[in-house]
């Protein structure tokens, strides 16, 4: 195997926390509103002394994790989408995360899709996004990261073309963020997969992937050649995929010498859904998600027999969600929506059952 976890006997603990009182106030606002006011707030994490406080109240014990040539603390991240901007990431990691990933981060800044384009499914545990990548670009997020060099936990970037850059041009853009971000992120995230920029998942498709994957590879043995060092590169894919076009995916990323997977991003699917906002557009996550999540894990890991280490993300919403992926043969999982309706003391419960 190519990573390990250290693991101790489940011990699930389920304390009550402040998040039952908070939820229902943040709730009151509309998602987007609610979620740029949890941002600034966490911000205020990476200072002292609220740093020591929120170290000492969601710090977990170490459970380390050995994957893709990096040293995790624990196997618990936080998915691309939180923090697109990498705003909040220092005050973030004092909630017991092992690794962060900052992004979406597309090369010039942009505005997204029109509002609402966020939106809570209450009654399904779920939200609905179509956000389009919004933000301040490649080099507003670079000069965040590039300001703390010394810091406690591992920091992906998660990078994604520009709306306006034609499908046959986009390895330019992955190419012009593999350049800034290799310098300042412990690893890199290829997101083909997002359905909320048209036609992006087309570049999961076998040629088009392996001609966007082949470039990314000739791009990072030339930053290496010029002294820049090996970052391990993932790729994302969508819960969407027929299991023919996963084999194919998987070939292409195997081939062309990507050191992990993450599976999955948000997906189309809408089945069994209770809440009257199924109907808007837009990618499903959250506990909807979470079967078609394990299935495509399943897949992945069986077709890759140990070759590269899988990231698993999607419908995880408790410790026993994050205990059975690992357990499927994820080397690291990550959360998202779980923290919207657990609240962020889900990270030190998840690693305190492992």
């Known amino acids: 195997?190519?990573?390990?976890?250290?693991?101790?006997?489940?011990?699930?603990?389920?304390?009550?926390?402040?998040?039952?009182?908070f939820r229902p106030l943040f709730f009151k606002f509309n998602p987007e509103t609610a979620h740029q006011l949890t941002l600034q707030l966490i911000r205020?994490?990476?200072?002292?002394?609220?740093?020591?406080?929120?170290?000492?109240?969601?710090?977990?014990?170490?459970?380390?994790?050995?994957?893709f040539g990096l040293h995790f603390p624990n196997p618990v991240g936080l998915a691309a989408g939180y923090d697109k901007d990498g705003l909040a990431w220092r005050g973030l990691a004092t909630l017991g995360?092992?690794?962060?990933?900052?992004?979406?981060?597309?090369?010039?800044?942009?505005?997204?899709?029109?509002?609402?384009?966020?939106?809570?499914?209450?009654?399904?545990?779920?939200?609905?996004?179509?956000?389009g990548f919004?933000?301040?670009?490649?080099?507003?997020?670079?000069?965040?990261?590039?300001r703390h060099h010394n810091r406690q936990v591992i920091v992906g970037v998660n990078l994604g073309k520009n709306k306006d850059t034609p499908l046959e041009h986009a390895a330019r853009d992955y190419i012009t963020l593999m350049r800034q971000f290799t310098p300042l992120a412990d690893y890199l995230a290829i997101n083909v997969s997002s359905p909320n920029t048209a036609g992006l998942r087309h570049l999961q498709g076998g040629?088009?992937?392996e001609g966007l994957l082949e470039a990314v590879s000739k791009e990072r043995e030339n930053i290496a050649a010029g002294g820049g060092g090996h970052t391990p590169i993932l790729v994302k894919l969508a819960p969407d995929l027929s299991d023919e076009e996963l084999d194919e995916a998987l070939e292409v990323i195997v081939r062309t010498g990507m050191d992990g997977v993450i599976v999955t991003n948000t997906t189309l699917g809408r089945?069994?859904?209770?809440?009257?906002?199924?109907?808007?557009?837009?990618?499903?996550?959250?506990?909807?998600?979470?079967?078609?999540?394990?299935?495509?894990?399943?897949?992945?890991v069986k077709k890759l027999e140990s070759r590269?280490?899988?990231?698993?993300?999607?419908?995880?919403?408790?410790?026993?969600?994050?205990?059975?992926?690992?357990?499927?043969?994820?080397?690291?999982?990550?959360?998202?929506?779980?923290?919207?309706?657990a609240g962020p003391g889900l990270v030190k419960q998840i690693i305190r059952g492992l």
Do not use: C
């Open 44 to 67: 205020l994490g990476a200072y002292q002394p609220l740093n020591l406080l929120l170290r000492a109240m969601y710090t977990a014990p170490g459970k380390p994790v050995d994957a």
């Open 97 to 131: 995360f092992g690794h962060i990933e900052v992004g979406t981060v597309t090369p010039y800044p942009q505005p997204g899709n029109p509002k609402p384009r966020l939106f809570r499914l209450v009654e399904d545990r779920a939200v609905i996004n179509r956000m």
């Open 207 to 209: 040629e088009m992937l």
């Open 308 to 341: 590269l280490p899988v990231v698993s993300v999607g419908g995880i919403m408790s410790p026993e969600d994050a205990r059975r992926r690992l357990d499927i043969g994820a080397a690291l999982v990550q959360v998202y929506t779980g923290l919207i309706y």
């Open 271 to 300: 089945a069994g859904l209770r809440s009257k906002q199924k109907a808007e557009t837009g990618g499903l996550s959250g506990e909807p998600l979470r079967a078609r999540s394990e299935a495509v894990l399943t897949s992945v």
């Open 134 to 146: 919004p933000g301040l670009g490649a080099e507003t997020v670079a000069r965040r990261l590039r």
């Open 1 to 21: 195997m190519a990573w390990n976890v250290t693991a101790i006997s489940p011990s699930a603990n389920r304390n009550p926390n402040m998040w039952s009182f």
